[in-house]
């Protein structure tokens, strides 16, 4: 039976409305201050002090029945990545394809699609919550991310799961400061891409582009990375899903693999994952804030 909460859940998602209110009533500008970074983090600190005060560590996320499933799950942010390494995988249905896992541990491992198939599987029935406002229902099957770390071994000092992944979100010419081309928020980000990758034809088979466009015109890609904590990533929801609706997962909902962390919002649930690495800190990874999107103002902690 599943540990819901119902009446905590209502005041957590109160309390994210509150904010959400007040960031559509004008925050914006506000909100790229320093002060208002600050003031913003204040608020991502409750959040989740709030979640873990009023939860245990394994209530879980609602699920639905089949019947609720949409007919359709929308695909948001990168829906058919332009890198060359990832077109070469997907060109030949992932059968290269291989998960590393690093850092922190006393066991790396490289896994791959019948790999992370033979482990334990869980099946859950979810909603996912866009932070723009829409939200689907979908059945993901994949391996719990708490098999693959207890079988990697967590070396003491380990506190992050940052997940790395083949999508490039933007390009650098000199560092992350020096990006020229940006998506302001997830549902710009093919435009980038399309844009980064000089063609409309960007995806899928090969193009004029397909020789190198990562280094083209001397530009560094700036890859998208999340990450989650210990709590989140033992959770029994948290899996890497290779299936959406009984179906090899879509690329363009994050195949071959994606994170699903249930108790946060869609940006946290990684798509295109080619490495976990387990760390001590966050600094010094990306832009030092925990994700792609947090180093650009999002919060870190995205509980709902």
């Not at 010419?173 to 844009?195: F, M, N, T």
């Not at 083209?216 to 709590?231: F, H, K, N, Q, W």
Request: net charge neutral; proline share 6%.
């Amino acid at each position: 039976m599943m540990a819901i909460l119902t009446p905590r859940r209502r005041f957590l998602k109160a309390s994210l409305g509150l904010l959400g209110a007040a960031a559509l009533g004008g925050c914006d500008r506000f909100a790229g201050t320093d002060a208002g970074r600050r003031t913003l983090r204040l608020g991502e600190d409750a959040n989740l002090f709030a979640q873990r005060l009023l939860l245990s560590p394994t209530s879980l996320a609602r699920e639905f029945p089949a019947s609720a499933v949409s007919p359709w799950f929308k695909p948001n942010g990168t829906i058919d990545p332009p890198d060359r390494d990832y077109r070469r995988l997907a060109s030949g249905r992932f059968a290269d394809y291989r998960l590393a896992v690093g850092g922190l541990v006393e066991r790396p491992l490289s896994l791959g699609l019948a790999d992370l198939r033979a482990l334990p599987a869980r099946t859950q029935t979810t909603r996912h919550d866009c932070v723009e406002g829409w939200s689907c229902i979908g059945t993901w099957t994949g391996a719990p991310l708490a098999e693959i770390l207890t079988r990697a071994g967590l070396k003491p000092q380990a506190r992050y799961i940052v997940f790395h992944c083949a999508d490039t979100l933007e390009y650098a010419s000199a560092g992350l400061e020096g990006a020229s081309l940006r998506p302001g928020k997830p549902d710009h980000v093919r435009y980038v891409q399309i844009a980064a990758a000089g063609s409309d034809d960007w995806g899928g088979g090969g193009t004029a582009t397909d020789e190198a466009p990562d280094e083209a015109a001397g530009r560094t890609p700036i890859r998208y990375y999340e990450s989650i904590d210990l709590v989140d990533a033992f959770h029994p929801q948290t899996i890497l899903a290779y299936d959406l609706n009984g179906s090899p997962l879509p690329v363009g909902n994050g195949a071959p693999l994606r994170l699903r962390v249930e108790r946060q919002l869609g940006y946290k649930m990684a798509k295109y994952v080619m490495r976990i690495e387990v760390v001590e800190t966050l600094a010094g990874i990306g832009g030092g804030l925990g994700g792609y999107w947090e180093d650009r103002g999002y919060e870190w902690y995205a509980g709902i």
